[in-house]
C-alpha cells in the first residue's frame, strides 16, 4: 500500500488495528500519522488516547507495547500507539519475547472490539521477509512511503503554495524542486521562507532567487565530498556556513541521508551501460545531477555507506529528543571523517 492508497481507505472510514510504515519520504510519513490522529482522536482526550513508545532496549519494546494497548480508549472510540523502530529495534527481540509479541497481537487483532490503532514506524527500508513483518502484512496493512519522483515533488511544490495563498509557475516549481531536491521537508521548508518573503500572490522565480537556498544542494554537495575526503576541516567550513544561513539542522541532516542514499543507488549502476536519462529517471533526480553522483560516488565504499547511514539516523534520534543541534551535527562530521 502506498501513501494515497492509505489516505483513500482513511477517508472511507476503513481503519486497521495493526500498521507498519516505512520509506524514504519522511514528510508524508508523519502526515498520514497526524491525518490518523485528526481521523480517530477527539481534541478533548487527546493526550490520553494517543500515546508514542521508543526505548533504547528492543526487550522492553513488548511490555510497553502490550500495557498501552491493553488499557481502554478513554471516552473515545479509538486510542491511537505509535512505536517508533526506526533503529529496527524490534527484529533484535528474542524468539520468546518475538513469539509472546506476536502471540499477543494476533490474539488482538481477532477481537472484534479492539479499537487500537497499532502503527510501527519503521526506517527507510525493512525486510519484510521476517517473521514480525509477514505477520504484520497477514494483519494489518503495510504502507510504503516511496521517494517522490521529480515530477511528483513538483506537483505537491504547487499544491503547497496554493495551499498557503499563492500561485507558482510549473517552470518555477521545477526551479525550486532543482534546488533544494525531491525532499518533501525541504521543500515545505523553502516554501515557508518564500511565502513569508514575499507579498504578491504569484510567486517569480526572480524572488524565489533572493530567499531560497539555492546553494543548499550543491553545498550539502560539497559536505559530502569532503567527508569522502576526509577532510574534516572542509567539512566543517560547509557545516557551520549552513547554519548561519539559518538552514534547519534537521533539513541538513535530512539532505546528507538523501545524497548518502542517492549515491548509493548510483553505485549500483557502475560496470552498467545505463544511459544518464535512465538513472536519472530510477534515482528521482534531473538527468544533469547524475554525473555530478557519479563523480562524487568514487568516494566512498559500500561500507562507508552503511556506516555514515547508522551515523545519521543516531544524529536524527538526538536531534529530535532536544540536544543541541550544532553539536550533534558537528559529531557526525566528526565520525563520518574517521
Known amino acids: 500500500m502506498k501513501y494515497k492508497e492509505l489516505i483513500d481507505s482513511l477517508k472511507k472510514g476503513e481503519i486497521h488495528n495493526i500498521y507498519l510504515f516505512y520509506g524514504e519520504e519522511r514528510f508524508l510519513l508523519s502526515d498520514a500519522i497526524k491525518r490518523f490522529k485528526s481521523k480517530i482522536l477527539k481534541e478533548e482526550t487527546y493526550e490520553m488516547n494517543y500515546i508514542v513508545i521508543e526505548k533504547n532496549d528492543p526487550e522492553e519494546y513488548v511490555d510497553a507495547i502490550i ?61 519484510l521477509r521476517k517473521k514480525f513483518y509477514k505477520f504484520i502484512e497477514k494483519t494489518g496493512k503495510i504502507v510504503y512511503f516511496q521517494k517522490l519522483s521529480f515530477e511528483e515533488a513538483v506537483n505537491y511544490t504547487g499544491y503547497f503554495f496554493k495551499k498557503s495563498g499563492k500561485k507558482i509557475s510549473k517552470s518555477d516549481a521545477e526551479y525550486l524542486v532543482k534546488s533544494v531536491g525531491t525532499d518533501l521537508y525541504a521543500i515545505v521548508n523553502e516554501i515557508h521562507k518564500v511565502v513569508c518573503y514575499s507579498d504578491s500572490e504569484e510567486i517569480k522565480m526572480e524572488k524565489m532567487k533572493e530567499v531560497l537556498s539555492i546553494n543548499l544542494q550543491q553545498n550539502i554537495f560539497n559536505l559530502v565530498s569532503a567527508i569522502g575526503r576526509k577532510k574534516e576541516k572542509e567539512a566543517y567550513k560547509v557545516l557551520y556556513a549552513l547554519l548561519e544561513k539559518g538552514e534547519v539542522p534537521l533539513i541538513i541532516l535530512s539532505m546528507i541521508i538523501r545524497q548518502m542514499r542517492l549515491i548509493a543507488k548510483i553505485k549500483t549502476f557502475e560496470g552498467k551501460f545505463v544511459d544518464k536519462r535512465s538513472i536519472a529517471s530510477s534515482l528521482g533526480v534531473p538527468y544533469f545531477v547524475v554525473e555530478e553522483l557519479t563523480r562524487q560516488s568514487k568516494l566512498f565504499k559500500k561500507e562507508d555507506l552503511e556506516r555514515a547511514y547508522k551515523e545519521c539516523l543516531k544524529c536524527d534520534i538526538a536531534l529530535k529528543s532536544g540536544a543541541d543541534s550544532s553539536l550533534a551535527l558537528e559529531e557526525l562530521v566528526k565520525k563520518l571523517c574517521k
Not at 471516552?75 to 533503529?87: A, D
Not at 524468539?95 to 472490539?113: C, F, G, Q, T, W
Open 67 to 127: 500495557e498501552s494497548c491493553e488499557t481502554l480508549p478513554f471516552f473515545s472510540e479509538y486510542k491511537l500507539v505509535v512505536v517508533k523502530n526506526e533503529e529496527d529495534q524490534l527484529s533484535k527481540l528474542s524468539d520468546k519475547s518475538l513469539k509472546k509479541l506476536v502471540n499477543y497481537m494476533e490474539e488482538r487483532a481477532n477481537m472484534a472490539e479492539n479499537k487500537t490503532v497499532l502503527i510501527i514506524v519503521d526506517g527507510e527500508k525493512v525486510d
